[in-house]
T-cell receptor, first 113, second 117 residues
Framework: RKEVEQDPGPFNVPEGATVAFNCTYS??????FFWYRQDCRKEPKLLMS???SGNEDGRFTAQLNRASQYISLLIRDSKLSDSATYLC??????????????FGKGTRLHILP | NAGVTQTPKFRVLKTGQSMTLLCAQD?????MYWYRQDPGMGLRLIHY???????AKGEVPDGYNVSRLKKQNFLLGLESAAPSQTSVYFC????????????????FGPGTRLTVL
């Protein structure tokens, strides 16, 4: 099983709809979780951290399910500007070494007018 | 405050040529990273540095060397370029984790698109 897996998509969603996608991770010792956004031919940028209790930032909600080892991102009232690739990031603690940072390959989202 | 900058933005090399990619950050971050991004492969860590004068190997270090002589700069070198090194290279920086967190947000540069013929 890959360390971090995402459905590559693309998810084609009409404007105004709600869309959700998941990211699964294989190592139960994974410590921190994040969602990054990457626009076409641009650099990744942090969208939001994912906290154990779940967290919301405007139209975006992130959740962590440790029992099933996945994180999710929900986008409500989607906008054309939400079209991008969404990368999940997981960190793994290493004894006596720096934490390992693992990027998923990303899920492509297309918001349709 | 420019954040993370990378030079050059684009480069075409012939097989066997060498080059150095420069990354600079003005946020006084301790950690710096070099990634490559290929279609279908996602971001893969090449080398990273946790402070001035220190470097460490990442997931795909072969064929690359790095140096961090100054805190704000992180250089990535290709001694003898190969077509397999055609990719988009991203540099990133982050501050040291705090408050019980080991990871802080990574800030990425705009990328360098390298083609090796």
């Amino acid at each position: 099983r890959k360390e971090v897996e995402q459905d590559p998509g693309p998810f084609n969603v009409p404007e105004g709809a709600t869309v959700a996608f998941n990211c699964t991770y294989s190592n139960s010792a994974s410590q921190s979780f994040f969602w990054y956004r990457q626009d076409c031919r641009k650099e990744p940028k942090l969208l939001m951290s994912v906290y154990s209790s779940g967290n919301e930032d405007g139209r975006f909600t992130a959740q962590l399910n440790r029992a099933s080892q996945y994180i999710s991102l929900l986008i409500r009232d989607s906008k054309l500007s939400d079209s991008a690739t969404y990368l999940c990031v997981v960190t793994l603690p290493h004894l006596n070494r720096d934490d390992k940072i693992i990027f998923g390959k990303g899920t492509r989202l297309h918001i349709l007018p | 405050n420019a954040g993370v900058t990378q030079t050059p933005k684009f480069r075409v090399l012939k097989t066997g040529q060498s080059m150095t990619l420069l990354c600079a950050q003005d946020m006084n971050h301790e950690y710096m990273y070099w990634y490559r991004q290929d279609p279908g492969m996602g971001l893969r860590l090449i080398h990273y540095s946790v402070g001035e004068g220190t470097t460490a190997k990442g997931e795909v270090p072969d064929g690359y060397n790095v140096s961090r002589l100054k805190k704000q700069n992180f250089l990535l070198g290709l001694e003898s370029a190969a077509p397999s090194q055609t990719s988009v290279y991203f540099c990133a920086s982050s501050s040291r984790g705090s408050g019980g967190r080991s990871y802080n947000e990574q800030f990425f540069g705009p990328g360098t698109r390298l083609t090796v013929l």
